[in-house]
């Protein structure tokens, strides 16, 4: 077999499976979320990027409640649980006592925006050097889909059944909008995980607030949108076009801060694709 | 070490950081914000934190990641603050993490608080009530200890005359067993080994899918019998042939324990029982000193909290009274008219008159 594959002529063989990957903070793919949930993609994504950085063997995980609690049963990580919207809280104590050590949350849009919004406004205003992942989906999915301070106008939840309403339910918070500007923050973007580019994007995004904390720089935050096809009551292969249409209109991805610049319009983070995708 | 003239306040921060304390978040409120000042001005120069948090929600939660990474670490506040931070204590018992709490209260009207709790599902804390600041400095180092030998929150109960009473005193480590050496904090270096850990509290196991709460809360149930079958102290007095024996804890306690020196000198036949451990509450002990007596008299500064506990114990052996009550100064900071010796003997006195007569 030659290095370089021929593009002008049908393929030798059919693809097929050569070998299990798993990333090496992870312990294994197997899951009991939903099929079509974008989580466990998130999670991994996370993963790798701890790995690019170099912090296989040096890093604690500080896990919010959600649907993602059960993934951490699959992670190869030192972890801390807390409670549903503290996680930020926590990550700062255990930061102060182990600078060196790198540190995440991973936390919901229902329990970082919603339960936990004053822990996570603080902790970033303070500077501290840690990184808050927030994985945001626009509902409560594990009561079984319900409005969260960051679902978006007109979408359907069980509590907003007929879709949110501003009058009645209120506005959607836009995380990155209110976190970016604080001082504190130093590195602020919104990935998403519908596509492979917004994956590869998302998984640079990462990277680079990971690397904001090992240089002491402050704050760092990545959300990441996900789908949920079952909190959103919709096909199972439906959840990536859902995301895109409806909650990526009101939560666009890309950077909003960096170096501790706001950039005055969310931005891609730069390199091309291919160098992304490497 | 020499002794000095200290406020308790700078006695229980310093007694904290020679028990190894080097984390303490708070969040300031009278009369427990000079505690905070303490640690805040003492704990860097000890290579240690103090983080002014912006809750008690927050303060909680910083001591709770301080301690997951194996550090001793503290927090307070008085009731009011500590019933904000009863989630996490909670939950934090079920995570068995040795987080030792101030409470500098407001009198003594967060002994409910402090030995039922107001959190969620079945938990205990250890409970340490000084008498003074002697045995504060004492109660803090044997706090971070018991924490720390059981994996369980130990509670200081305090108040604004313990915080703000200068006395001269000498901050002498104590001579405590050694303690064997903490397995399972995080500190990163398990990550990506394929044996990590996870500081949880509701028993989750890394690699393990699901959880089994019901074997993980019967395992707790069984520390905390354990804690309360061995770790109740108590201090009594002139309890043989007593005929009124007079319970109180903490700073009412100092008072107690004058007015029946004060009365015995005088030949009256009175005694004195003080729960040192407010939980586990000596129990045993109590019913053992009030087996004769005519009368237990119950002196606390609330509406009748500790009194509960003192007829569980007595178990209808003898009638028990309340002669204390609250009484407050006009900001509300548990400073009242009874704190007096004259008034107290003046009850235990009234006691005594009434003996076994009315119930």
């Not at chain 1, 509590?159 to 506005?171: K, M």
């Not at chain 2, 500098?104 to 003074?132: C, E, K, N």
Request: charged share 20%; aromatic share 6%; proline share 5%.
């Amino acid at each position: 077999m030659s290095d370089t594959i021929r593009t002008d002529a049908p393929p030798e063989a059919a693809a097929r499976r050569t070998g299990e990957f798993l990333p090496k903070l992870q312990l294994t793919g197997d899951h009991d979320l939903c099929p079509g949930c974008g989580e466990p993609l998130a999670v991994r994504t996370l993963l790798e990027a701890i790995t690019d950085v170099g912090m296989t063997h040096q890093c604690v995980g500080v896990i919010g409640i959600g649907c993602y609690t059960a993934l951490t049963s699959n992670m190869n990580v030192d972890l801390i649980q807390a409670l549903h919207g503290r996680a930020p809280s926590l990550a700062t104590g255990a930061k102060r006592m182990r600078p060196d050590t790198l540190f995440f949350t991973l936390q919901g849009d229902g329990d970082m925006a919603s339960e936990g919004l004053q822990e996570v406004i603080h902790t970033a205003a303070r500077g501290e050097n840690v990184t808050c992942i927030l994985i945001n989906n626009g509902v409560f999915g594990e009561t079984g889909g319900h409005m969260t301070a960051t679902t978006v106008l007109g979408q359907r939840t069980k509590n907003s059944i007929e879709g949110r309403d501003a009058d009645y339910h209120g506005y959607p918070i836009d995380m990155m909008a209110m976190l970016a500007p604080l001082g504190g923050t130093a590195y602020a973007a919104r990935g998403t995980v519908h596509d492979a580019k917004g994956v590869a994007r998302t998984r640079r995004m990462v990277r680079r607030a990971f690397e904001t904390q090992l240089r002491g720089d402050g704050f760092s935050i990545v959300e990441i949108l996900t789908m949920c096809p079952t909190g959103w009551f919709i096909p199972t292969a439906e959840g990536p076009g859902y995301l895109d249409e409806v909650l990526r209109s009101v939560h666009g991805t890309g950077e909003w801060k960096r170096d501790g610049e706001l950039l005055t319009q969310a931005a891609v983070p730069p390199g091309d694709d291919e160098d992304l995708l490497a | 070490m020499t002794r000095r003239l200290m406020e308790g306040s700078e006695a229980m921060a310093e007694a904290a950081i020679a028990a190894g304390c080097r984390f303490f978040a708070g969040y300031p409120m009278t009369p427990f914000t000079e505690l905070l000042e303490h640690f805040a001005a003492k704990l860097p120069d000890e290579g240690g934190t103090c983080v002014n948090a912006e809750s008690e929600l927050e303060a909680v939660g910083m001591a709770w990641g301080a301690c997951a990474t194996g550090f001793r670490a503290a927090t307070g506040s008085t009731g009011q603050g500590l019933s904000l931070m009863q989630e996490s204590l909670s939950e934090m018992t079920r995570a068995e993490l040795p987080l030792v709490v101030f409470n500098m209260s407001r009198g003594q009207s967060d002994y409910f608080q402090a030995t039922r709790g107001g959190g969620h599902g079945d938990y205990r804390h250890l409970v340490l009530a000084p008498i003074d600041v002697t045995e504060a400095i004492e109660h803090v180092q044997t706090a971070f200890h018991l924490a720390e030998k059981w994996r369980n929150p130990v509670l200081i109960y305090g108040d604004y005359l313990l915080a703000h009473t200068a006395e001269a005193v000498e901050v002498a480590p104590l001579e405590l067993d050694q303690l064997p050496e903490t397995d399972w904090a995080v500190d990163g270096t398990r990550s990506g080994t394929g044996n990590p850990r996870n500081v949880n509290s509701i028993g989750m196991i890394p690699g393990i899918k699901g959880i089994d709460p019901e074997t993980f809360w019967k395992r707790l149930q069984a520390k905390h019998d354990a804690i309360a079958e061995s770790e109740a102290r108590f201090e009594s007095e002139s309890t043989e042939d007593a005929e009124v024996l007079v319970v109180a804890f903490g700073s009412m306690a100092r008072f107690a324990r004058h007015v029946v020196r004060e009365l015995r000198g005088e030949g009256i036949r009175v005694g004195y029982f003080r729960p040192v451990t407010l939980w586990p509450f000596p129990s045993d002990a109590l019913r053992a000193a009030a087996e004769g007596v005519q009368r237990v008299a119950v002196l606390e500064q609330n509406a009748g909290q500790m009194i509960d506990d003192v007829r569980l114990s007595v178990l209808g052996a003898a009638p028990v009274s309340a002669i204390g009550g609250i009484s407050s100064d006009e900001a509300g900071f548990g400073v009242g008219p009874l704190l007096d010796v004259d008034r107290i003997r003046g009850r235990v006195e009234a006691a005594l008159e009434t003996g076994g007569g009315e119930r």
